[in-house]
Every structure is written in structure tokens, then in C-alpha cells.
């Protein structure tokens, strides 16, 4: 490409075309994926450039890397060509995994505290094996949401807003509701356990775990660097 290009625009969905979409854009040069997509956004009036997808011509695949410059995408530039879709409301990768690690807290500490009020037997004490199990789930996922908050780095700045229904489902659902049922049900295995040494050794083998899940994951974000969108090899 040259110093300055025109690039076409097509609708990659022609039944759910972006009404107000330009035939063409011009482009300076160097110009990224991301710069296309806030241009884009810009003349069709969508105030989300996340929103827009740019994808392959020929391939029909979407471009993952938002830092990737256009002229270095080789059916791009051959074709002078980019195709178009509006992937409707966005939200940030990083607020899909608060959403999701703060259900089992929420489910956990709420079933603790209405025991005596939705369990036969509730006001009964929980037993050292209940607390100790309650502690290690809480603390995971408390792990989580930290590291989720200031360790790691997302390649994609959003994904669809309906995602976050999809992918906290399974969290919000076993681990956190029918989890927390299974182990503080006043006759559940872990009321009845009456077995320090396993407790011990349980819990010996969560720190170790722990310790190393959260290592290699401080690891593994120290390999990409700063504003790198592309996955680590």
C-alpha cells in the first residue's frame, strides 16, 4: 500500500447490513486494524468502535490483532478490500471475568448466612470442615478476581455483551449455587467429617496449587509486552 490508500467496505452480513456504512474510507499510513475499525465507527454514526468487526475477504475470518497494520495483511491489500459487521453492545474482557469470579463469592457467603432460614437444622453449627472448606473457596476466587484486576493482559479490548451470560453461567451455577448447597446443607459429607489429618493434608494441596497457579500466571503476563494484542507462543 501506499502513503495513503483507499480501502473498500463491504458488509460481511448482507441481511444485517450497517445501514450507514461507507463505500470506501482513505487511510494514512501505518494505519492499524483499530484505526480502521474508530473510522468506520465514526462515518456509519456507531459510537462503540469495539462494536465493529473487521474481517479476511477471502477467508472470511475475523482480524484478532487490533494492532496489526493493514498494509501488512496481505488479502487486504491484494484485494483492497475489508469486510464489515456490527457485533452489536460490547463489554470489556476484564468486567466478564469480575462478573463471573464474583458469583461463587456472592452464592457462597449467601448460603452461609441464610442456613437457619432455608435448612431443616440450619441454626446448628457449621463444622470445622464446612469453615475450613468455605475459606479456601472464598479465598479462590477472591485470588481471581485479583489477579483478573491487576495481573493479567487481554489480547481483545471487549466481547459481545451476551457472552457474559454465557460464560458465567457455569460459575455462578455449580461452582457458586449448587456448590455451596452440596458442602453447608446441614447433612451434607462435609457436616459430618471429622478428619483433621485429611483436612491437613487438603488443605496442603490447595496451597500448593494456589501458590503455583497464581506464579505461572504472573509468569505468563510478563511475557507479553506492553499493548501487545497478539497470544503468547
Not at 457485533?87 to 458469583?103: D, M
Request: proline share 5%.
Amino acid at each position: 500500500m501506499a502513503s495513503s490508500t483507499t480501502l473498500r467496505l463491504t458488509n460481511r452480513s448482507p441481511k444485517q447490513p450497517i445501514k450507514r456504512l461507507p463505500a470506501s474510507i482513505e487511510l494514512a499510513a501505518g494505519a492499524t486494524v483499530e484505526d480502521v475499525k474508530r473510522s468506520i465507527a465514526k462515518q456509519s454514526g456507531i459510537s462503540d468502535f469495539n462494536r465493529i468487526g473487521l474481517f479476511d475477504p477471502s477467508t472470511k475470518k475475523t482480524f484478532k490483532d487490533r494492532r496489526a497494520r493493514i498494509a501488512d495483511l496481505p488479502a487486504v491489500s491484494d484485494a483492497g478490500e475489508v469486510l464489515v459487521k456490527d457485533l452489536g453492545p460490547q463489554i470489556a474482557w476484564r468486567t466478564v471475568f469480575l462478573i463471573e469470579y464474583f458469583g461463587p463469592i456472592l452464592f457462597h457467603v449467601a448460603i452461609v448466612a441464610a442456613r437457619p432460614y432455608i435448612f431443616a437444622g440450619g441454626d446448628q453449627p457449621m463444622s470445622n470442615t464446612q469453615w475450613l472448606t468455605f475459606g479456601l473457596i472464598i479465598a479462590h476466587f477472591i485470588k481471581r478476581e485479583f489477579e483478573t484486576a491487576f495481573v493479567h493482559k487481554f489480547s481483545a479490548n471487549t466481547m459481545p455483551i451476551f457472552n457474559v451470560f454465557k460464560n458465567s453461567f457455569f460459575y455462578w451455577t455449580f461452582s457458586g449455587l449448587l456448590c455451596a448447597v452440596s458442602i453447608y446443607y446441614p447433612r451434607s459429607l462435609a457436616a459430618k467429617a471429622s478428619e483433621p489429618t485429611i483436612d491437613a493434608a487438603g488443605t496442603a494441596l490447595y496451597l500448593f496449587g494456589e501458590v503455583g497457579n497464581a506464579l505461572v500466571h504472573y509468569y505468563l503476563s510478563t511475557l507479553r509486552s506492553a499493548g501487545s494484542t497478539t497470544a503468547n507462543s
